[in-house]
């Protein structure tokens, strides 16, 4: 008798355990469960479906009142459609169904969220297909058992660095510090440059004399006429060359003259006619008296 009196206890102990447990991880929460103040985040609504004929066809989600938050971006599951009625400040998912046994995740991104309070509460209402509506609005009181429809709550950690007041991560700074320079003054007899410079010769004038013209061609010294001695020697070749294209010029044009002058001393006199002969000279003996 008494073996199976302890096993019937036992077993009434472990059933109420695990409907306690059942009913705890069944909860609408928010995952996770804490962000810094002034900070911001990505929190999701893990929202069970607990009826066992019923499907879940509607949420919705207050938005705290007295303790606003900065910013709110709307996100919805696939099949689902998200609205957010910004006078009332209530979040609401319809157009999907979380069917019995299976859960869904609802997110919204908020920035700014308050400072100066440990948590803030977001009352949710979850609807179902047969009209019944399961309000998770219950606060549990300190030191109280947890109610059966706690509301989802998210608590608040000190924000980073002390300050309380956001943790919204600003972009790296970058300062530039001035850079100390020193000036050492330095005596030395020779100039600042390491390279003495390359004197200059003055310009040497060559005069060049031929029959038919005069040219004056002046050639520069020092690393100019270093480099360019090539050039200077190609422009006198080309030089030589034109004189004497113009010497043979010359030369014909006083041929070509000569040859008129011969020609016109042969030419026929007005009494004589063209290349007529001369009259004969009568023998010396015929002209004496």
């Not at 008798?1 to 077993?11: F, I, N, T, Y």
């Not at 309000?135 to 009181?141: G, H, K, L, T, Y």
Request: charged fraction near 15%; proline fraction near 11%.
């Amino acid at each position: 008798m008494r073996p199976s009196r302890w096993l019937v206890g036992a077993a009434a102990s472990a059933a109420l355990v695990l409907a306690g447990a059942s009913a705890a991880w069944a909860h609408v929460e928010i995952e996770p469960g804490s962000l810094p103040q002034g900070g911001e985040g990505t929190i999701m609504f893990r929202v069970p479906n607990e009826a066992d004929a019923a499907s879940t066809v509607k949420l919705e989600v207050q938005l705290p009142a007295d303790r606003p938050i900065g910013e709110v971006l709307l996100s919805a599951p696939a099949g689902w459609t998200v609205t957010l009625d910004k006078a009332s400040g209530r979040v609401t998912w319809t157009g999907g169904k979380i069917d019995p046994g299976r859960f869904e995740r609802f997110a919204l991104l908020v920035a700014g969220l308050p400072t100066g309070v440990d948590s803030i509460a977001f009352p949710t209402l979850q609807t179902y297909s047969n009209g019944d509506v399961v309000r998770w609005i219950d606060v549990q009181a300190p030191g109280a058992p947890e109610p059966d429809h706690p509301v989802p709550v998210l608590k608040l950690t000190a924000a980073e660095g002390g300050g309380g007041t956001t943790t919204t991560v600003a972009p790296p700074t970058t300062t530039t510090a001035p850079v100390a320079t020193t000036s050492v003054p330095v005596t030395t007899a020779a100039p600042a440059t390491t390279t003495p410079p390359t004197p200059t010769a003055p310009a040497t004038t060559i005069q060049v004399t031929t029959t038919a013209a005069t040219t004056a061609t002046t050639v520069p010294s020092g690393d100019f006429a270093s480099k360019s001695t090539g050039t200077t020697a190609l422009l006198f070749g080309i030089l030589g060359v034109l004189l004497g294209v113009t010497g043979v010029a010359l030369g014909a044009v006083a041929l070509s003259r000569l040859r008129a002058r011969q020609s016109s001393r042969t030419a026929t006199s007005p009494a004589t006619g063209e290349f007529d002969p001369a009259p004969p000279v009568p023998p010396v003996e015929d002209q004496l008296p």
